[in-house]
């Protein structure tokens, strides 16, 4: 597989470099058929960690529990204790040890991967690979160290070493590089490039190259601004307390505000209240207006003596406001 990001030349040289030399610094899965389910709970505690982490991890799970199958039983918090609760990412791998070891009691009712060893390579693959919680580095070694399947594991760690010394020119996902690396390294050399890789990461736990490169990695720390606005809302009352005379005026300022609009409806109910009493004075004013000006009516008839047609008018109009004082009106007219 020819990539641009890849140097196979300098893999080369990298693997001849921490090449094992003895039968001491090859894998021990290599040297002795060890169970499968020792292989996936090694691999397990040896994914992002050194060689010397994983081993004394190992040895510390089993001798705090009977068997594996309390192991599968027992909750993370429970087996964290017995690991160190410093160990590089505690709660993931514990968590996927528990439900792979269940995964696979519930296919078989016992904790045991032999029968997959009668399955041919595809079938081998495709039921590791779908046990519940499995890990692609986790899986990839099983296969290729217990069931002679070609994979070859790798995880963050090893992606962040092989670019720090120039293997590959970026850094790429785990599942991109055991792709790369599968099909560079030969399936008879796969034991061997395995742990030739695996002491390279240990080497580089050991001067402290690893450490850098996962300081590098780790997420950075929410930015503290973004509580700060959640606590002044949250505590409005309490804050002119706290801060100074400035946070003491803006409160104010606004109960001052809320206050005016309640109070304007009461003035206006006030000015409501003014035309209702306007128009009683204005009737009066009309009333007084009214009986008034007949009165100078009557005197503008009263100087015309001989015609008569408009003393009949000025009668019918008093006739209608007032009938008892025509009468008295027609006598004087007669005598």
């Not at 030349?9 to 094992?20: D, I, N, R, Y």
């Not at 160990?87 to 996927?96: A, D, I, S, V, W």
């Not at 590791?128 to 070609?150: T, W, Y």
């Not at 930015?223 to 700060?228: A, D, I, L, Q």
Request: proline fraction near 8%.
């Amino acid at each position: 597989m020819k990539t641009k990001w890849a140097k196979p030349a300098k893999l080369s040289a990298l693997l001849k470099k921490h090449h094992p030399s003895t039968e001491k610094d090859a894998p021990a899965e290599e040297t002795a058929s060890e169970d499968p389910i020792m292989v996936l709970i090694h691999a397990w505690l040896l994914w992002e960690a050194s060689s010397e982490q994983a081993e004394t991890a190992m040895g510390r799970l089993m001798e705090s529990r009977v068997d594996i199958n309390e192991i599968r039983v027992s909750l993370p918090h429970e087996l964290a204790p017995a690991i160190g609760k410093r160990y590089p990412r505690l709660e993931e791998r514990l968590t996927g040890i528990k439900k792979s070891l269940h995964s696979i009691y519930l296919r078989r009712h016992e904790i045991s991967l032999n029968y997959v060893r009668e399955k041919g390579k595809r079938d081998a693959k495709a039921e590791i690979e779908s046990l519940d919680g499995i890990n692609p580095f986790v899986s990839a070694r099983v296969l290729r160290l217990s069931f002679d399947v070609h994979a070859m594991p790798a995880d963050e760690q090893l992606s962040l070493l092989l670019h720090e010394l120039g293997v590959i020119a970026e850094p790429v996902e785990h599942e991109v590089l055991a792709s790369w690396l599968a099909s560079e390294v030969k399936a008879g050399d796969a034991h061997r490039a395995i742990a030739s890789l695996q002491s390279a990461v240990d080497a580089a736990w050991a001067d402290g190259t690893m450490t850098k490169l996962a300081r590098k990695r780790r997420p950075a720390k929410p930015p503290k601004p973004v509580v700060v606005p959640e606590t002044t809302e949250e505590e409005a009352p309490p804050a002119p307390v706290d801060s100074g005379k400035k946070t003491v005026a803006k409160p104010a300022a606004k109960k001052a505000v809320t206050k005016k609009p309640v109070t304007k409806p009461a003035a206006k109910k006030a000015v409501t209240k003014n035309p209702v009493t306007k128009p009683a004075a204005k009737k009066a004013a009309s009333k007084k207006a009214a009986t008034k000006k007949p009165a100078s009516k009557k005197a503008a008839t009263k100087k015309p003596a001989n015609k008569k047609a408009p003393a009949k008018k000025v009668v019918k109009k008093t006739t209608k406001r007032k009938t008892s004082r025509p009468a008295p009106a027609a006598r004087k007219r007669v005598g």
